[in-house]
């Protein structure tokens, strides 16, 4: 199993409309047997990604090479990559099962083995019992699970898969998720992954790349990415309901740091909450973006005052939206609560919760007390 | 609810029967035509009461035009022989160079890719006269006036632009990811292409080609003023029934009749491939 490198990959795509600058100096490395997860809006340049790294696309810019071969100028014939397709693209002609063995049939592998292969990856995938069938009479999410399949029953260098489980039903994608793991972990799969599911993201993936206009914004473990947001962008876009955020003044005095809210709150904490370094930097840092995941905003005594505006227990979780002059925020809390429409409520938000990132760019300037 | 079903049925037949006789009527007419002779034809008024002839046939065949001035020497076999070789070949050479370009056009954005595809098209609008003078000049000097190599050459003003765009349409509607995925496993572009895009493009490819063929085997000027005698194909043959001493109209029909008979035979046998290949492709190329 091969580490995949990315140098300073563009693409752009040109057409009579104009350019569409899909993907911006991308730097990239997967390492051997490693599972990266691309996260990102949609339109935001993973598709285009894969396509580069299997070939389809050249590269406008940049090198990638795989276990040490450049293989950006290649064939994709020639890169040992393998890859299912967001739109599945499986060959009409051929059955479900033919379609799978296809792949298998320039890897001069014993028939009896290509065989057997099939069938084991169609029983993990719990699609054996349409091998005979042809893909139009097929449904859509047992179509994507025969072109997952088709993609990882070859042997390949590197495992490219689009979307692989974006039309499964919940139950069938967890159960397939653990699956695919212990595959993928098994086979040493070097493996990039497409998904818009975080949950999917968080299981799979050793690490997480987010990309946004082309942009990679963040790579770093699922953990990571949660507690140490690289910007204003994977701090709202990872996490579920999303991050609250607010502008903040900054008063930074030897004894406390306080931070004052759109609407008059203030939040103000010890100054041995935070580091020294961080003290120092605030100082210079008038203004602020305050970034509070919704989990660790607490219904209870504290400085923020708002009235309730819903209150939804999720079965195991209860969202609590407030209106906090004139915003709306959102604390998440683990135990059934219930607050009355329009009643009034005091939240608090530990130092060691706060998300700071700069006002003007965006990046983060300290996680927790300490800087980023 | 059952009532109004069964009189929509009966409209629907008796719109079918109307049409089929509207279409037919012609066919029929000049398949009894070939089996009678001028003067039964010709007489007034018109019957349908005769006693079927089939000279008409065996002159066609063995070449000997009997006619009130005398005995004329035909060579109407050689000329369906023409017609065949030079749609076939056409149509051959059409393909060959048609579906990979047909390709290239679908799936490669090239610079002035559109322009060279319409201006391929564009041959199709200019009246074929038009073309036809200069284009004899041309023909002199290059030694191919009445050659079958010749006539194949310009019969490709027909027939490409014809299976370009139909054929275009059909390579366009295949996804691409569908190639992709074969690619990736292994398999080099052409590989691919032979193995994967022409398979699935084959109802269109057998639509075009099939009414290139039609196209061609109908063609009358191209070879009326580039070839002569030996060359020509059936339409042009025809014109030997114009004779001094009357129009054969006997044998004008069964020439007709013979030479409808492969483009029918073939249209009939590939109609399922004609309907899906032209309302699939073309429309959305
Ligand atoms: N062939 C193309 N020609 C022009 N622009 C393109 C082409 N393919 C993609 N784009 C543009 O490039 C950008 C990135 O597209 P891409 O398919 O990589 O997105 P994505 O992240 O995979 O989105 P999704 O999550 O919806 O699949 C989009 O703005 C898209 O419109
Ligand atoms: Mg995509």
Known sequence: MAELDITRVDKIYHSRKGDVHAVKALDLVVKPGEIVALLGSSGCGKTSTLRMIAGFEEVSNGAITLGGKAIHALPPAARGVAMAFEAYSLYPPLTIGENMSFALKSSRLPQAEQEKRVKDMAEMLEIADILNKYPSSVSGGQQQRASLGRALVRDAGLYLLDEPMGQLEPQLRAVLRGRIKHYLREHNCTTILVTHDQTEANALADRIAVMEGGVLQQYATPAELKARPANLFTGTFIGEPPMNVFTADVSATAERVSFTVEGGTTLSYPASDMSEALRGRLAKTPRIALGIRPHALQLGEGPVKGKVTACQWLGDQTHVAVDVAGRTVVSVSQERVSRPTGSDVSLNVAARDLHLFDAASGNAIAHGGTLA | MDHSSSLEKLLRSVAITLVLVFFLFPIVWIFLMSLQTNETILRIPPSIAFTPIIDNYTALITGQLRTAAGSLQLNFMQNMFNSVLLSVCSVALSLVLGVPAAYAFARFKFRLGEDIAFTLLSFRFAPALLVLLPLSLYFKTLGLTNTYIGLIWVYQLICLPLILWIVRGYFE??????????????????????????????????????????FAWNNFVFALILASADKQPVTVGALAFVTASGIQYGQIAAAIIISITPTLALALYAQRYLVEGLSMGAVKG
């Open chain 2, 173 to 214: 509607d295949i996804s691409p990811d569908i190639e992709h995925a074969y690619r990736i496993a292994g398999n080099s572009w052409w590989r691919t292409f032979t193995r994967i895009s022409i398979p699935l493009a084959k109802p269109g490819i057998a639509a075009a080609g099939l009414l290139a063929f039609i």
